[in-house]
């Protein structure tokens, strides 16, 4: 029930083109979501965050989509670029602890 | 600032040598997170320090010791570690309130254990 199940694996995407990760989570202790941004050899980043009482959070490029009722969220990067190559990790909190998603390998291709 | 430093970056170690990590972070925030991340996989819960006390060990082999000497500082003894301990180590520090609860994730050390 601690689970977060996150999709796809791994995502190749065009230049200026809408990258999208998908996360699916059981457990509805869960009340915080935030997605990192790792590159290689670097430690996450926070990228952005939500609370499930928000169905969507806009910042930049980077966008947020919540359904509470079907216990998902995904992660929206509008305009991809290259230098968002990176591997995204979507994450759910209950307490002190942080549950991770497997993670996204994307690469933006020029 | 938002910076969770870490020291050393890089660490190469025998088996039965001993060393420390060590993490810092001056936000003011009081909970701190040990994490081990192996290659490709998300980062693995080992410790979490809240108001310089241990809350959480997950069942981590005594071979990891933590310590939290004060509210900025997390360290993070090792002795007699297995080849398969070579991962890179994450601190991580949060507020440790009940609402928005953000970790900041350090750049990480990167231990190789021979």
């Known amino acids: 029930q601690q689970q977060v199940k996150q999709s796809p694996q791994s995502l190749i995407v065009q230049k200026g083109g809408i990258s999208i990760i998908n996360c699916a989570y059981e457990?509805?202790?869960?009340?915080?979501f935030p997605w990192y941004q790792q590159f290689p050899g670097k430690g996450p980043a926070l990228l952005i965050a939500?609370?499930?009482?928000?169905s969507e959070k806009k910042e930049g490029r980077f966008t947020i989509s919540f359904n509470k009722s079907a216990k998902q969220f995904s992660l929206h990067i509008m305009d991809s670029q290259p230098g968002d190559s990176a591997t995204y990790f979507c994450?759910?909190?209950?307490?002190?602890?942080?549950?991770f998603g497997e993670g996204t390998q994307l690469t933006v291709n020029p | 600032d938002t910076e969770v430093t870490q020291t050393p970056k890089h660490l190469v170690m025998g088996m039965t040598n001993k060393k420390s990590l060590k993490c810092e972070q001056h936000?003011?925030?009081?909970?701190m997170y040990w994490y081990k991340q192996k290659a490709k996989k998300p980062p693995e819960l080992m410790f979490v320090?809240?108001?310089?006390?241990?809350?959480i060990n997950e069942s981590v082999p005594s071979r990891f010791s933590p310590e939290c000497p004060n509210s900025s500082l997390l360290n993070l003894h090792l002795h007699a570690l297995q080849p398969e301990d070579s991962a890179l180590y994450l601190c991580?520090?949060?507020?440790?309130?009940?609402?928005?609860?953000?970790?900041?994730f350090g750049p990480g050390t990167r231990l190789l254990v021979l």
């Open positions: 939500i609370r499930p009482d928000v």
């Open positions: 936000m003011g925030h009081r909970a």
């Open positions: 991580a520090s949060s507020p440790n309130k009940e609402v928005q609860e953000t970790q900041y």
């Open positions: 457990n509805t202790a869960f009340d915080y």
């Open positions: 994450a759910a909190r209950s307490g002190s602890r942080l549950t």
């Open positions: 320090y809240s108001y310089e006390k241990l809350s």
